[in-house]
């Protein structure tokens, strides 16, 4: 189906150029001399780069149907990751080169949404906070009492993380998926 460039709208699935593309940013512009044109701004969904460029208003792009599935974190075999449907409860195997940098996030039973286009997945995305349970600390070091000191901290996936002094093992703990940084106590 084609999608008329008046019709875009931001978060939108398109295929510009041949490549899927996911729309971020989209401006109508009308100067006062001139035809009107549309400057957009995209994610290269297959690359990951973005991508600014300006169209005429007469252009149309075929509009790509992705499918967003909630799905639940079962366990891994080896290099691959077991997930399964919240809505039908299918299973899916997923191999760790895709999940990449969301592998220490991940924790049984954790619910994430995956993108899939014409059958490939194109998107792993987690909850931007996740709750853990802290299993080792390091102990704190005597005499720092500086407003900003951290420690080492493992969590129930086995990822380091800095945390405040207080942070005891056994408290459980929140982590922003974004930079895997400490965000608060649970």
Not at 8 to 17: A, E, F, L, Q
Not at 138 to 153: E, R
């Amino acid at each position: 189906m084609n999608i008329n460039i008046n019709d875009i709208k931001n978060g939108m699935t398109v295929i510009i150029n041949g490549n899927l593309c996911l729309i971020q940013e989209f401006q109508h512009v009308k100067p006062g001399k001139g035809p009107a044109f549309c400057r957009i701004k995209f994610k290269n969904l297959k690359t990951g780069s973005i991508i600014e460029e300006t169209f005429n208003t007469n252009i149309k792009f075929e509009s790509a149907h992705v499918d967003k599935l909630k799905m639940q974190y079962l366990y891994n075999q080896g290099s691959l990751y077991v997930f399964m449907n919240v809505v039908d409860y299918s299973q899916l195997e997923i191999d760790k080169e895709i999940l990449e940098d969301n592998i220490p996030y991940l924790k049984e039973g954790l619910e994430i949404e995956i993108h899939i286009y014409n059958g490939d997945i194109i998107g792993v995305y987690l909850p931007d906070k996740i709750e853990y349970e802290v299993v080792e600390t390091t102990d704190a070091t005597k005499g720092n009492t500086t407003s900003n000191a951290y420690k080492d901290a493992t969590i129930e996936t086995g990822l380091v993380v800095k945390v405040p002094l207080f942070i005891g093992t056994g408290e459980n703990i929140v982590i922003t998926t974004k930079d895997g940084k400490y965000s608060s106590r649970a």
